[in-house]
């Protein structure tokens, strides 16, 4: 006899109904198809066309090649956070920062859990040991910041570690800002039907499947948890010296090309094109908790 699988269906709260959500069945609820674009307040009802997309990424890619060639030539150096939601696309907009860059100078840090060792350590300890050398553009998918968000909200810290934390990253994040590091803060948010379509894609996509933790099934019934802990994490962290940008995310398309665009206005670079950075588009990308409210 077959082993019977256990259900993984969770009852939710969508936009003041009950509904139940099955990760594992292969239909995709109407409600989520319906509703995912637009949901938590997206501005736009259509995603950007894959061509113009591919166009402007093109042209912000050889920017950041440029800006690769002025690191080298100057010694500076450039960090970038990416956080967000669950499933709200992180790890697509390093690929996309990063796909054309020198391997050797543009490195990508995805922690562990700690290990033992580095358990006892000051908590910011083993993030230290990743930062840029001379010439060298650092990202960080997912940073320190789990710290404000996914450890308190699983329980995988204690109070005062997460309250240690919330006054902590300040006082690191300035000796960095004086240190002359180019600092960037990425906070990458989506609706909830949009991240329930994303788990659902991730589940049924073989060559997406890894990308859907245990740490994704027992987060769904949290939505409100990550809230809240994402909305203090902006309002005790953002800082006129490390400030967070904030990226309405549900199209990946323009949240990548804000995002490279950010990075390409704030830094002075040899060669700079302006007409090829283009313009921000204030509807998917601002700063700090007030952008959105």
């Not at 992180?90 to 033992?116: Q, W």
């Not at 005790?236 to 206005?265: G, S």
């Amino acid at each position: 006899m077959a082993e019977a699988v256990e259900s993984r269906a969770v009852e939710l709260d969508i936009r003041g109904k009950k509904r139940v959500f099955d990760v594992d069945d292969p239909a995709l609820p109407d409600w989520i198809d319906e509703w995912a674009l637009e949901s938590g307040e997206f501005p736009y009802k259509k995603k950007l066309k894959e061509e113009e997309y591919l166009e402007e990424l093109e042209r912000l890619q050889i920017e950041l090649v440029k800006v690769q060639f002025w690191l080298q030539a100057t010694g500076k150096r450039v960090m970038a956070l990416f956080e967000g939601r669950d499933a709200a696309g992180k790890g697509g907009a390093i690929s996309a920062s990063s796909a054309h860059m020198n391997p050797r100078l543009a490195r990508v840090v995805a922690l562990a859990k700690p290990n033992d060792r580095e358990l006892g350590q000051w908590y910011f300890q083993r993030y230290i040991a990743q930062f840029p050398t001379a010439g060298e553009f650092v990202l960080f998918d997912r940073s320190w910041y789990n710290r404000a968000g996914v450890e308190p909200v699983m329980g995988f810290c204690t109070p005062k570690q997460y309250e240690d934390f919330l006054k902590q990253a300040p006082q690191l994040e300035k000796i960095i800002a004086h240190e002359g590091i180019h600092f960037f803060k990425f906070y990458l948010d989506i609706g909830r039907e949009m991240q329930l379509k994303r788990f659902h894609d991730r589940r049924h996509d073989p060559l997406k499947m890894w990308k859907l933790s245990s740490m994704d099934i027992a987060a769904l019934t949290k939505w409100g948890d990550y809230s809240e802990k994402r909305d203090r994490m902006l309002k005790e962290t953002h800082t006129e010296f490390a400030p967070w940008t904030v990226i309405r995310a549900n199209d990946k398309r323009r949240a990548r090309l804000n995002l490279i665009r950010h990075m390409l206005k704030k830094m002075d670079y040899d060669g700079k094109d302006e007409k090829a950075v283009g313009d921000l588009d204030d509807k998917i990308i601002g700063a700090g908790s007030g952008f959105l409210k």
